[in-house]
């Protein structure tokens, strides 16, 4: 076919005859769908993102195993005792207030208080003691969040090795406590989707040799219309690596999803039942399971209970709540979680706020 009378053919039947005005309005149309495409995405570019993060840490180190390859591991201990009731699965438990710091940094976009204060505390193994507190403040640009971990290990006996005996000399006594600093932003979106970011400052200390660095959290909590479920995502402690002395080590990142729903009543019933499920992906060990199940009367009392799957010597914890909000915005919990043949850890969590 002749080219001339084909593009003649094509003009003629208007296929090619396209206007400034018509261009115009394609592109809002693009833009307008994009947007809506993006909104609703949102959950899903995190997860990605999240998920790639996480694979790149481990690029360099596929064919070693990763137990016990990273430091700061204090962090991934619990801290607010209704999380470690429900065996560590709190990603989406989106009453938590200014905990979220500790947990999910989306968590504190849904919060009703406009001030709200929390204490942890747990007397953990070899005499360690776990402090913890946080603070959040709902502002009209976004909830911002304060949190301070410590823990205190105590004061040791300091020795010497004596010139060629077998014996040690106590030169006096060295401490050692390991602290970490949070610095947390969180807005809900919509009434259904909230986002947060966290940097935190950690530092360890043992005697006069100390090792810190910055790590970064972020996360988002979702409800997805189905009735009441939701869905969360989280990486944690994500960041280059520090070094101790002359010692370099990973940090200690992981990142979590979890679901949760009332399969019996909601947080309006005089009865509620919820459950949840999370699953676990650290960079320094293998991948693990946490479940949770609550039961509260009318949000004033709760028991909960949980179980963690293949952990070494992790398995079951339950807790109890008392909470006195609307009348009081005050709120009181305690845990047990059992670590095989390491014994029990008792923890407990007091939270305060202005509605």
């Known amino acids: 076919m002749n080219k001339k009378f084909f593009i003649r053919s094509l003009r003629d039947k208007n296929f090619m005859k396209i206007t400034r005005d018509h261009s115009g309005k394609l592109n809002r149309i693009a833009f307008n769908l994009i947007f809506s495409i993006a909104n609703k995405r949102i959950f899903n570019l995190f997860l990605i993102a999240a998920i790639v993060l996480m694979s790149s840490l481990e690029i360099f180190a596929q064919q070693f195993r990763k137990t016990a390859t990273a430091g700061f591991v204090f962090l991934e201990v619990p801290v607010n005792a209704r999380v470690s009731g429900l065996g560590e699965s709190g990603i989406t438990l989106s009453d938590l207030n200014s905990d979220g710091v500790f947990v999910n940094p989306a968590i504190s976009g ?21 402090y913890a507190a946080s603070y959040s403040y709902n502002s009209q640009f976004g909830v911002f969040s304060l949190g301070a971990l410590m823990f205190d290990y105590g004061s040791m006996p300091k020795t010497q090795k004596v010139a060629g005996q077998r014996v040690y000399e106590i030169l006096g006594n060295f401490n050692a406590k390991s602290l970490a600093f949070a610095l947390s932003y969180s807005k809900m979106l919509t009434d259904k989707f909230s ?29 997805t219309g189905l009735k009441s479920l939701r869905i969360g995502a989280t990486i944690q402690n994500f960041g280059t690596d520090a070094k101790f002395i002359n010692d370099p080590f990973k940090m200690p990142a992981v990142l979590k999803l979890g679901a949760a729903a009332e399969i019996f009543g909601d947080y309006n019933s005089d009865y509620r039942v919820t459950t949840i499920l999370e699953a676990i992906h650290p960079n320094d060990g293998d991948e ?35 909470n006195g909000e609307p009348l009081v915005p005050v709120s009181f919990d305690f845990s047990i979680s059992n670590y095989g043949r390491l014994g029990n850890i008792l923890r407990l969590t007091l939270q305060a706020g202005i509605l």
């Open 110 to 130: 849904f919060t009703n208080r406009s001030h709200n204060f929390s204490f942890s505390y747990s007397p953990y193994f070899a005499e360690i003691k776990q």
């Open 195 to 223: 986002f947060g970011i966290s940097l935190k400052y950690v530092n360890e200390k043992i005697d006069i040799y100390n090792a810190d660095n910055f790590v970064l959290d972020g996360g988002v909590l979702y409800y």
């Open 288 to 322: 693990k399971l946490n479940t949770g199940l609550e039961i509260s009367w009318k949000n004033v009392f709760t028991i909960r209970g949980g179980y963690k799957f293949f952990y070494d010597e992790e398995t079951y914890s339950f807790g109890l709540g008392i």
